[in-house]
């Protein structure tokens, strides 16, 4: 990349303000993962796997194939920014109860689908819901049923704000 | 290589006809940013419309629907208005890749890009969907089936862009219905798609036979001279098995890793009869996958 093409834009990623630097065209994951968020992870490349997944103004994007300019002036969420203090979210200790993963590198991607699902609707979700939430994220290790459990678990209890919007 | 943000359509017009050949216009990026990633285009310049907030728009007007440009696949599979008007499309955009493509993939990108692989042309072509192309002091509507030409090709010239599409209200007693069948994973591209529309008389003759097959050639692809044959038939299996048979003996399919051209042919006949058939004998209008 040549150098002149390095631009910065300003976006709040995780709820602080950040500079992310990087050509318009870098993909947003370069970036991300270069500002130190690892949850965010490359497989594919084409959009299509999910492991990768952040929320652009709150809905799931695939970073792998999102601008860097994209961003600009947005509001990015990574898993980084489920927990507040410490605390897992819901989602994520519902996770651990249901045993969703074994070997977890495609957990962080579930998590942000999933939470946006939550986010964006009421009451329990049925299996349909959960499918349509979750669509577009390939688990090689098997635990889609365990992962739809987790959600669905959280969906009937409803407990499942962010960490940071709870109090 | 940079990325020009315009804010007004005039200046878009612009700074595409002052960057020449090696400008590309990048909407949502799903299509360009694949392709970039994977060095199949190198374009000098972007000039991207994520500001065109003139153009993610949807009007709905007595006779028709207009979708700006913009208005990313996601918005339109998420309309209650568009579902009861447009159930079909709604429906078959629904299909499209995996949520997180869709919130990012525009209506204006999804014609512009001509990607034969792709569910909503079809089922715009049956539609009788146009196209808003404008340039610096010229702007025409062009007919979908006349916009797309070949494998990721249109109509469009250097400088003109896409701002929006139209798409004419069906009949109140037409039917739709688009099939999707997918060879592969169930996120995956058609490998044979049929949208089919069927429109009746009182007596219940056919009026109005419509059919374009999807992911299969190099634009949606029609037979004209079957679907109009239609035209005073009863809408039963014996019409239905003539178009069928029109389809599969003139499409020429292209053979990939979704299917063998051979397998493609076998196929769209098959659906061809099962679209009219669900079309004209369903009591919901809509997109399946199979």
Redesign the interface.
Known sequence: MDRT?EKSFSCVVNGEYTVLTG???T?AIVALRAHGLFSVRETC????C?TC?VL?DG????A????L??LDGRTVQTAEGLEEGGELSDLQQQFIASQAFQCSFCTPGFLM?GQALLDGTDGPLDDEAIE??L??H?CRCGCYAAIKEAVRECSAARTCSRAGARG | MQVLRPQTTADTLRLLADGGEDTKIIAGGTALMLMMRNGLVMPEQLVSLDRLSELDRVTVEPDAVRLGALVSLRSIERSAELATVLPTLSAAVGLVANHRIRQRATIGGCVSEADYASDPPAVLTTLGCEVHVVGIGTQRWIPLSEFLVDYYQTVLQPGELVTEVRIPRPSPTARTTYLKYISRSAEDRPCVGVAAHVDLDSSGRCTDVRVAVAGATATPFTVVAATEACRGAKPDKTAWDEVAAAYSAAISPIGDARGSAAYRKHVTGELVRRALQTASTGTENGAFRL
């Open positions: 093409d050509a318009d065209t993909p490349g084409i959009g299509v999910g997944t652009l809905e799931p994007v695939s792998c194939i999102l601008p300019y994209a689908s349509d939430g669509q577009g390939l």
